[in-house]
């Protein structure tokens, strides 16, 4: 539901909601806003910029993950981004994710799964 609200707060032609994969809704955009999915690596290994609302989950993602997104911290952050990316402001110096990032990553992930065992 979060997207409806996010697409009722900007009068935004380009903002969707879909029912479609998820790897083809990354595909078909510019920038994915991740609240608590692994679409969030899908979208890092497809080269896409992430932006991650960190106030929205309880997820904590590893902060090696965090450096490759560009983390909001409050709604009115939030706001501000998606106003500054439709007026073509937006800033994030966005660092592309590397396949040995991603290996390290996929180890420690499995790691912290298997300790809630």
Do not use: M
Not at 35 to 59: E, H, M, R, T
Not at 97 to 110: R, T
Not at 111 to 117: M, R, Y
């Amino acid at each position: 539901g979060g997207y409806r609200e996010v697409k009722k707060l900007f009068n935004s032609k380009n903002l969707s909601i879909t029912e479609e994969h998820t790897i083809s809704s990354i595909l078909n955009c510019d920038f994915v806003i991740c609240v608590q999915s692994i679409a969030l690596y899908d979208a890092l290994i497809l080269g896409k910029p992430v932006i991650f609302p960190s106030y929205i989950s309880s997820n904590i993602f590893d902060p090696n993950i965090l450096k490759y997104c560009f983390v909001v911290n409050s709604p009115d952050e939030l706001v501000t981004c998606i106003n500054d990316i439709s007026k073509n402001k937006f800033d994030f110096k966005f660092i592309k994710y590397e396949g040995v990032d991603f290996s390290n990553s996929l180890q420690k992930w499995k790691k912290s799964l298997e300790s809630i065992i």
